[in-house]
């Protein structure tokens, strides 16, 4: 903010100087002249100052850059006296070329010192402080030609300058990104990151515009004030309450606008009001119309436009951005002003004297096709925030397979196309058959099989109901063909532990067929939840729009494991089967409930089961498997049936690290993507760190295992309460 202060505080100064100094030595028909001899200038030193700064970097470049400036001004002030119309040149030359050059290398070091999500709510107050630096600089500038005359503001341009250089060192020690700026062409920046072309037409058409209105501006300000001192305070008092409507734009409205517009609406916003002002000058011929312009352009190129426009910059590579910011900031805006005079020359030949129509209706056509390439940079700046996730993501598992989310069954057939080779049907095996010292828990011969049926499927409906793992495991590893009748019993099965992965596997082969029988234990809220939790996976695995719906269906069920996993499910089916339709409206409607509890029931929800880490079905993301926080990790297996599933993999990567940088670029592109509804809701989660348990120690592990629904912790259980009331009697009978 202090740097900002200064810096802007001589740009308004250095105005006044330039513009005042320039008009005392020459004719105001003279301005496109050197307006455009500084436009070539100020491209070359472009070029040049953004291979140094690709070499150095902005946090040593810069502060040298500022202390020469400021012998540069010290000189000048020498030189003045002795000969003044070379003098005037080389301040105008010194001002426009290297000032611009200044300004941009101050925000290139702040865009790399702040993640995006921290320039946008810093970028503001730092563009305010400048704002206000910039009045204290035109108030100085007025004071000083009052007082002591014109040739003392070249001090005060060498002393802020000075200043600029301290505080610019103090950067150096500000921790920056760690991605290292490889070298590159500024053609390969160009091409890879689009954004940047966008941003280089705009800062061009734009200073076109604003250099057809300061023509009109300036002319009209000397045939109204005349040559002197008179010129010079009409400057600085102009200037300075430019500025301080700059800063009560900034400080009142700029930052709630840049929230509110978004940044793509706050960049058009320069374009779309100055073509409006111009229209209305068009109309009207009187010198105020024009002045009220050229201010309108000043006003919003340094509140609204200015922070929308530093901040597009923050996600951008720090090689492509070292490389081309420069020539963007100072060569295609030096560019834009040796255009725009040029085409004012042609105008004053060719017309009549002021060729004041001509200028504006050009300066209307231009604004016109500004506010319409304004608008497609939003697209453009997602992009950005897309492909510089998935580069952080890529660097955090250098080697690996660049997308983040974990397959489920990847590489298997779909249940359309597995078949297993069909035995021929086998007599069921007698109960007295089985060594009793393989038998775990004893035996129970229901009626049924005391019958000895002849019917082969009653004989298998009563192993499976006996509660006796040996006979269940005989029955569910039968290679013969399924049979449907005992699938509501197999489904039952899910629920206990030891041979739930065995029922999986049978249910696996009955395919389609069963997928409404699973929708409705799905569904059924007195279905034991330790099968319900379990059935997604298997509806997953059937892909058809009734499984979807079965699916869409359980994100209302009150236990967060069983929506946990049918997200999981409709993630898996929206990724292997893209042309799949899946209704977003509704998944969309289950991100908003789940983000509409409070910040302890959110942290409590946790999956129970455990995840075995070699299952690629059990994590949405690789890297983090169990360190995930289970309620983000359920939020963002949703959001990725409706959003780009790698940026949003690599954004729920970043915001589980420390790196500010990468959590902030994770931040900002949400706040990109989702919609106002879900953004609201979810900020409040995501603006803190996650992946913190909530609950940990004793208690969670008494927790889990109240959760658990294996049926011999049941049993446990109630030997236990027996065991307890037992000893509570004796207790009693002993007092």
Not at 10 to 18: C, E, I, N
Not at 354 to 367: D, F, N, T, V
Not at 640 to 653: D, I, K, S, T
Request: hydrophobic share 45%.
């Amino acid at each position: 903010m202090a740097g900002t202060c200064l810096m802007l505080a001589h740009q308004v100064a250095g105005k006044v100087a330039r513009d005042g100094f320039f008009l005392l030595e020459f004719e105001p028909w003279d301005l496109p002249k050197i307006v455009a001899t500084a436009a070539l200038l100020s491209i070359g030193l472009a070029l040049l100052f953004s291979k140094v700064l690709e070499r150095k970097g902005p946090a040593n470049l810069v502060p040298s850059t500022f202390a020469v400036s400021a012998m540069l001004h010290v000189g000048e002030w020498l030189l003045l006296p002795v000969a003044p119309r070379p003098t005037v040149i080389l301040i105008y030359l010194h001002i426009v070329g290297l000032g611009a050059i200044l300004l941009s290398g101050f925000w290139s070091l702040l865009s790399e010192v702040f993640d995006p999500r921290e320039a946008k709510a810093r970028f503001g107050r730092i563009a305010g402080a400048g704002t206000a630096g910039g009045i204290a600089g035109g108030i100085l500038a007025e004071r000083l030609v009052a007082w002591t005359g014109t040739n003392t503001l070249l001090f005060l341009l060498a002393a802020l300058h000075l200043g600029c250089a301290a505080i610019s060192l103090t950067f150096g020690g500000q921790p920056a990104r760690k991605e290292a700026a490889s070298r590159v062409t500024t053609r390969e920046a160009l091409t890879r990151t689009p954004l940047l072309w966008r941003l280089a037409a705009l800062v061009f058409l734009g200073t076109c515009t604003a250099a057809l209105l300061d023509y009109l501006f300036k002319l009209g300000a000397a045939q109204t004030m005349g040559k002197g001192p008179a010129l010079l305070r009409y400057f600085a008092v102009y200037y300075t309450s430019c500025q301080i409507l700059t800063f009560l734009v900034q400080v009142l409205s700029s930052s709630w606008l840049l929230q509110k517009l978004g940044v793509a609406k706050s960049v058009a916003s320069l374009p779309l009001a100055v073509g409006g002002a111009s229209a209305a000058a068009l109309l009207s011929p009187a010198y105020p119309f024009v002045v009220f312009a050229r201010a309108m352009e000043m006003i919003l190129r340094g509140s609204l436009f200015r922070s929308g426009y530093e901040l597009l910059y923050t996600p951008v590579p720090a090689s492509d951005k070292r490389r081309v910011k420069t020539i963007v900031d100072v060569g295609c805006d030096r560019f834009g002003d040796a255009v725009g005079a040029g085409a004012v020359q042609v105008m004053v030949w060719l017309g009549p004297t002021l060729a004041r129509p001509e200028i504006l209706g050009l300066a209307i056509g231009i604004s016109v096709v500004s506010t319409t390439l304004a608008f497609s940079v939003s697209a453009a700046y997602r992009s950005v925030l897309e492909m510089g996730l998935l580069r952080r993501a890529k660097e955090d598992r250098p080697g690996e397979d660049p997308s983040m989310m974990n397959t489920m069954f990847e590489g298997m057939p779909s249940l359309t196309s597995f078949r297993l080779p069909r035995a021929a049907a086998q007599p069921p095996v007698a109960l007295e058959t089985v060594p009793r010292e393989k038998v775990k828990e004893p035996v129970v011969v229901p009626s049924v099989a005391l019958l000895k049926p002849q019917d082969p499927s009653l004989a298998c409906l009563a192993d499976l109901r006996s509660q006796n793992p040996v006979r269940v495991t005989k029955v569910l590893k039968d290679t013969a063909p399924v049979d449907p009748m005992l699938v509501p019993q197999i489904i039952r099965l899910l629920a206990w532990d030891e041979v739930s992965a065995l029922a999986r596997a049978y249910l696996d082969r009955c395919g389609t067929r069963i997928g409404g029988q699973l929708t409705d234990a799905l569904t059924d809220p007195d279905v034991e939840f330790g099968i319900r939790r379990r059935i997604p996976r298997l509806l997953a695995r059937i892909a058809t729009p009734a499984a979807v719906d079965g699916l869409l269906q359980g994100l209302g069920d009150q236990r967060f494991e069983v929506r946990f996993q049918c997200g999981r499910g409709l993630e898996y089916i929206h990724r292997r089967y893209p042309d799949m339709e899946i209704r977003q409206s509704g998944v969309l409607e289950a991100v908003n409930r789940e983000l509409s509890v409070s910040k302890s029931i959110w942290r409590s929800w946790k999956v129970m089961e455990r995840r075995d880490s070699t299952d690629d079905y059990n994590f949405l993301d690789e890297v983090l498997r169990e360190r995930a926080d289970h309620s983000l990790e359920h939020v963002f297996s949703l959001l990725a049936v409706v959003f780009p599933r790698e940026p949003l993999m690599a954004a729920f990567r970043a915001l589980h690290q420390e790196d500010r940088m990468f959590r902030g670029l994770a931040l900002e592109y949400l706040e990109n993507i989702l919609p106002d509804h879900i953004r609201g809701r979810l900020w409040a989660i995501l603006e803190e760190e996650p992946g913190r348990d909530a609950d940990s120690g004793p208690n969670q592990s008494v927790l889990e295992e109240l959760l658990m629904t294996d049926a011999k912790l049941v049993l446990r259980l109630k030997e236990l309460r027996t065991a307890e009331a037992r000893r509570m009697e004796k207790g009693s009978g002993d007092a």
